[in-house]
């Protein structure tokens, strides 16, 4: 019988995605469905409100089109908030 090494990448892809809900927790706003469904469309992509929410609440995280969509609208109010908070 042959010893099975433990794969450590799918520790490091789980630490992953807890690192990147962590940052859209912390910066995406409560009103971030259309905007995203707005940015995707822009991108010649539709996608539901329900689509959005429920890789938002991690549901689903293999449609990574709307988990980089978040995290594009989540940038843009850090980069807000760090302006406002350097005023």
Known sequence: MTNITKNS???KMRSHFDQTFDF?????PT???REVIDLLE???FEVSSSVVRNVRTKRTTSNLRVLNALLKIAEKY????EK???K
């Open 84 to 86: 406002i908070t350097l």
């Open 42 to 44: 822009k991108e010649s």
């Open 9 to 11: 990448i799918s520790k």
């Open 31 to 33: 009103y971030y469905v």
């Open 78 to 81: 850090k980069d807000l908030e």
């Open 24 to 28: 859209l927790d912390r910066y995406l």
